[in-house]
């Protein structure tokens, strides 16, 4: 969608205390684009490199991209700084081949998402470039029941994440659906820019942008709800997606 529709590029931070859960959350999320994410591979802030980042951002195409446990204590927030930008910028580091002339830039249309605890919000910047979700689990279920999830998870969600992503295929491959979705993002951007208002929120920092990341992911929850694999159980929770987003 970011790519297709040429939306404003942004991040997710899922953003909660240590032993919540939120990592085992989203790799069982992430198991929609392949089982594999249910694994120990995530890529992780603690060791990883900015050259190792990117690249895997590259390499995640269209999909969305997991990168684990950001900590500011330890000194993440360059790698984070870059990571983002790099998604931002939808582009990978200018190169130069052995003429010293300029390689063409690995195109990042990936959707990076971030878990952590605390997001440096002190940098207006990186505000504008990343929703922060906060992540409140209930009470976590006993070991067993988990892994019982967590295989059921493992087995299942790829075939969803097959039927939506052809369901997106085929939605951004008619011009007619895409000027109904691109008038249908405009719609969303205007109720969005006029809650703000309403809420007294013109004047905060990268608000405008803030915004438009919100509105391009209502669009994508609005689409879900018409793909057949989410429709049922996505609709149960609708109200709460605009709670989450006031």
Known sequence: LIKHLNFSRFGLYLSARAG?????????????????????????????TD???RKKLEMAKDLPFLMDNFRPQD??????????????????RARLDRASESKAQAEIS???????????????GLLGRVLVIDFTSNKLKDICEWER????????????????????????????????????????????????????????????????NIS?????????????AFKKTLTKHYPNFGLGCI
Not at 21 to 47: I, P
Not at 110 to 123: A, K, R
Not at 216 to 228: G, M, T
């Open 51 to 53: 050259k190792a980042a």
């Open 149 to 212: 999830l967590k295989k059921q998870a493992i087995q299942h969600f790829p075939s969803l994440g097959a039927e939506w992503i052809d369901h997106l295929t085929a939605e951004l491959s008619s011009q007619e659906r895409m000027k109904k979705i691109a008038e249908q993002y405009e719609s969303i951007l205007d109720s969005w820019q006029k809650r703000a208002q309403e809420k007294g929120y013109g004047n905060v920092q990268n608000i405008e942008r803030v915004i438009k």
């Open 20 to 48: 919540t859960g939120k990592t085992e959350m989203a790799k069982l999320m992430m198991c929609l684009y392949g089982s594999r994410w249910g694994g120990n591979e995530v890529l992780s802030f603690e060791g990883a």
């Open 216 to 228: 391009a992911l209502e669009l994508a929850w609005n689409l879900a709800l018409e793909c057949k």
């Open 110 to 124: 990936s959707l990076p998402i971030v878990t952590g605890e605390d997001f440096p919000e002190g940098d207006a």
């Open 75 to 92: 000194g993440h927030l360059p790698l984070l700084n870059k990571f983002i930008t790099s998604s931002v910028e939808g582009r990978g």
